[in-house]
């Protein structure tokens, strides 16, 4: 099969480097791709938002299998669009799409929708409200009269940086203002949602659906604070272990029945039509699991953890998807365990330079259990140099964690570039 995979992240290398070790993968194309995806495929010039040159590219080409990495173009209805037909009614292009439609996208696209579409299937979150610009002042009344701490989400797509958690009033009514007056995170918050605030351990569990079948490929736990003892601005992730300590079978149990279970069913009830992964990002509070949200897509850097542990033919799983297999198929996962850790640029996540020469990649070992995914880099020339906050992810896998996350830390000690940092405290809490 011909695949296209859009994206240029450490996701995207990770799913990448999994989709050419199948059996199934005859050329692999990358939407734009980086120095890492290079590696395994080839990549190509085109946004990730260019529907239209995406559709050209995949019937020039012969694209079997497009598999889209980040949430934009999902919630922008790169599906639908893809489903479109001439007015004979054949489709322009007659492949698979590794991804929700545009109403399902919702999911992630929309905080408030998400929400209202747990409580119809009584799946079980935190409890909310939201406001926007009309209704600003009833907005302030439930903050002031709210319990502490609080949390304040942007409904839109905000980069994974459109929640604020406040621990006094004041301040949340600061980034309520801010959000909705001031435009914080553009057009994501004209709307803000208003939750309570759950005191747990978070953790995300990755399922593929068509909608009605699915099949769990992996559970993780990411750090998304910029500082050590998870203190500081939030990021979009700096490390990752995977599998989750305390998810045992009895608690992956509960997460199938009160969680996976009637969201797969009300997608069916909705109509919504899902075939992609869902990304569960949930809360264990006491000894049960809530909803923090969904994503409809992977994340990063879950991926880099996830996607080396994954045993089965990632292709054939996306055939087994479309065919109405899912259910049938067996999924293989390494009994060992993944930890990543994520090299960012001096400044991150706020303003940071970039085009700055990273050195030491070629000094890694060449093990099958270490694995460097390229994130924000680009080459000048023949250098390889940073081109975004968060660079390189630095995946080991180990029997035990604490071996994981030293071989993983080890391995970043090889890289170099000026200002670089990374937590050397992933997975602490566990060790």
């Known amino acids: 099969m011909n695949i296209l995979l859009l994206g240029s992240g450490g996701r995207e290398h990770a799913l990448a480097q999994k989709i050419a070790e199948s059996y199934h993968c005859q050329q692999l194309f990358i939407a734009p791709g980086n120095p890492g995806t290079q590696q395994v495929g080839t990549n190509v010039n085109i946004g990730i938002n260019d529907f239209e040159a995406i559709r050209n590219f995949c019937i020039e080409q012969n694209i079997d299998i497009l598999v889209v990495g980040p949430e934009e173009p999902l919630v922008n209805g790169i599906y639908d669009f893809m489903q479109q037909t001439h007015v004979d009614g054949q489709k322009y292009w007659d492949g698979i799409v590794v991804g929700p439609s545009k109403k399902a996208a919702q999911l992630e696209g929309s905080k408030e929708f998400s929400k209202q579409f747990m409580q119809r299937h009584h799946i079980p979150t935190a ?18 009269q709210h319990s502490l701490p609080i949390v304040l989400k942007a409904d839109g797509l905000a980069a994974g940086k459109g929640v604020v ?26 709307k803000v949602v208003i939750e309570e605030f759950l005191t747990g351990i978070e953790l995300s569990v990755f399922v593929l659906t068509n909608g009605e079948d699915y099949q769990i490929i992996g559970h993780a736990k990411d750090y998304k604070r910029i500082g050590e003892g998870d203190t500081g601005l939030n990021t979009g992730g700096m490390g990752c272990i995977s599998p989750v300590p305390f998810v045992d079978d009895a608690f992956m149990q509960k997460i199938e029945t009160t969680i996976i279970q009637p969201t797969i069913k ?51 799983l996306f055939a087994a998807m479309h065919n109405g297999t899912l259910g049938d198929a067996n999924i293989n996962i390494d009994s060992r365990t993944a930890a990543t850790i994520v090299a960012v640029s001096g400044g991150y996540p706020e ?79 566990f060790l």
């Open 351 to 429: 303003a940071y330079a970039k085009n700055i020469p990273i050195y030491g990649l070629e000094n890694i070992p060449k093990q099958e259990n270490i694995k460097v995914f390229h994130a924000g880099t680009t080459l000048n020339g023949n250098q390889l140099v940073t081109n975004g906050g968060r660079v390189l992810a630095v995946t080991a896998l180990a029997n035990h964690l604490p071996e994981a996350i030293n071989l993983s830390k080890q391995t970043l000690q090889n890289i170099t570039f000026k200002d670089i940092y990374y937590r050397k405290d992933i997975g602490y809490e």
């Open 127 to 144: 409890a909310y409200a939201s406001f926007t610009a009309e209704n600003f002042e009833a907005g302030k009344q439930y903050i002031q």
């Open 165 to 190: 958690i406040c621990n006094d009033h004041t301040s949340a009514l600061q980034v309520f203002e801010n959000m909705i007056q001031h435009a914080q995170f553009g057009n994501a918050s004209k």
């Open 266 to 316: 009300g997608l069916q009830e909705e109509q919504l039509v899902y075939n992609g992964f869902i990304f569960f990002g949930l809360i264990k509070v006491g000894n049960n699991p809530f909803v923090i949200e969904y994503n409809c897509r992977m994340g990063d850097p879950e991926t880099e953890v996830v996607m080396p542990r994954l045993q089965t033919d990632l292709v054939a």
